[in-house]
T-cell receptor, first 110, second 114 residues
């Protein structure tokens, strides 16, 4: 469960457009996939999570999809707003700890 | 509001001078974690407590120690800080089932070494 690849590392979108961040993992035993948003000078805040028995979960403008066969999961943010600008981390769990992705710096241009 | 609180938010210490960072929680969670986060990197787990049981990560330097006197409080002690220990230190909590339960983070303590 140590390898979580996250892409892209930086992402700029126009306000109102959608943003998609993708993560791939290697441990087939992983069964929990949270997404965290970290604003400058603050700790990571959980924004959405998904478990392996579900393929998609949505919360207002945020959605996460999981493809267990392909071992990847994605964060989708629709109708982006400037306050969505932050660093986003995916993570996967299923062993003894979380393994975080390397982060995506999202900038929403007004 | 229930939360994870870290003090201080910013800490400056001298090279080699011991420093203690603190974390408190009102969530009554069994598990407390300490992470180190360097600039533009993901948080790196140093160790965690399940109640009073201490679990150290294999690659955590001996320079880093922790104490958990009760459910609500957890401390990170750096015995002889080096320049490479300058980082953001994050505390987090969760209910049991560490790797498949959400972790709740504090806002961190940014440590600078002179």
């Amino acid at each position: 469960g140590e390898n979580v690849e996250q892409h892209p590392s930086t992402l700029s979108v126009q306000e109102g457009d959608s943003a998609v961040i993708k993560c791939t993992y290697s441990d087939s035993a992983s069964n929990y996939f949270p997404w965290y948003k970290q604003e400058l000078g603050k700790g990571p805040q959980l924004i959405i999570d998904i478990r392996s028995n579900v393929g998609e979960k949505k919360d207002q403008r945020i959605a996460v999809t999981l493809n267990k066969t392909a071992k990847h999961f994605s964060l989708h943010i629709t109708e982006t707003q400037p306050e969505d600008s932050a660093v986003y981390f995916c993570a996967e769990g299923g062993g003894n700890q979380f393994y975080f992705g390397t982060g995506t710096s999202l900038t929403v241009i007004p | 509001d229930a939360m994870v609180i870290q003090n201080p938010r910013y800490q400056v210490t001298q090279f080699g001078k011991p420093v203690t960072l603190s974390c408190s929680q009102t969530l009554n969670h069994n598990v407390m974690y300490w992470y180190q986060q360097k600039s533009s990197q993901a948080p790196k787990l140093l160790f965690h407590y399940y109640d009073k049981d201490f679990n150290n990560e294999a690659d955590t330097p001996d320079n880093f120690q922790s104490r958990r006197p009760n459910t609500s409080f957890c401390f990170l002690d750096i015995r002889s800080p080096g320049l490479g220990d300058a980082a953001m230190y994050l505390c987090a909590t969760s209910i049991p089932g560490a790797s498949n339960q959400p972790q709740h983070f504090g806002d961190g303590t940014r440590l600078s070494i002179l």
